[in-house]
């Protein structure tokens, strides 16, 4: 059974810092690996989703890595800012399968 | 192009009602996702539908809770004889068919139930 576990389950930074988040998963027969943001009270905004076959995807500040034989996926966050804060969650979809499984997320908070 | 479509955003139901939640898929998606998320516990998978069949069900409880998407409509997600502890946020989320690479997914704003 695929668990997705994401540690520290909060972190606090002061603007500027650059960050980086971590994800890790049990079973590596992933098929992709979804990064998501989520702000209090509202939906899932999709940042970055890195097939099983890639090493990493980036967009703006954001850039994704995975390490599919380690079980591992990093989300880095260039030069934070406050608007940067935000529950982040990672996901896997399993090879074969149509779920995505969740971590609980990483509350972020960048303080001005 | 407009977003996965839910309503009602919020929705205050007693022990015993019905709950009915309501999903628009984003323009040309055929496939969607209900999603649960309790408090302090991640997302967790419930049904997988795609247009007039059920596809996955596995996460969804046995009982009380249904699931359909119709060939002309939204998605809704039934829940009877509510409970306290079906208190959350429902999310839905919609993708493209199979033919497309990426099945990447994207989410609604959610339908936040809270049972009194």
Redo the contacts between chains.
């Keep these: 059974k695929q668990e ?1 576990t994401q540690i520290p389950a909060a972190l606090s930074v002061p603007e500027g810092e650059n960050l980086v988040l971590n994800c890790s998963f049990t079973d590596s027969a992933i ?2 690996l ?1 990064w ?1 943001r989520q702000d209090p ?6 940042l970055l ?1 890195i ?1 099983s076959s890639q090493r990493e995807q980036t967009s703006g500040r954001l850039n994704a890595s995975l390490d599919k034989s380690s079980g591992r996926s990093t989300l880095y966050i260039a030069a934070s800012q406050p608007g940067d804060s935000a529950t982040y ?1 990672c ?1 896997v ?1 399993q090879g074969g399968s ?8 990483m509350k972020l908070t960048v303080n001005p | 192009n407009a977003g996965v479509m839910q309503n009602p955003r919020h929705l205050v139901r007693r022990r015993g009602q019905e709950a009915r939640l309501r999903c628009s898929p984003m323009k040309g998606h055929s496939h969607v996702y209900w999603y649960r998320q309790l408090p302090e516990e991640g997302l967790k998978f419930m049904v997988y539908l795609q247009k007039e069949n059920i596809i996955d069900e596995s996460g969804m409880p046995k009982e009380r809770f249904s699931a359909e998407f119709p060939k002309e409509g939204p998605s809704i997600l039934r829940i009877q004889q509510v409970v306290r502890g079906d208190s959350a946020a429902y999310f839905c989320a919609s993708s493209p068919s199979r033919g497309t690479f990426t099945w990447e997914l994207f989410f609604g704003e959610g339908s936040r139930l809270t049972v009194l």
């Design positions: 997705v098929y992709n979804q998501f009270g509202k939906g899932l905004t999709s989703l097939q969650l996901a979809r149509e779920k995505l499984v969740f971590g609980k997320g």
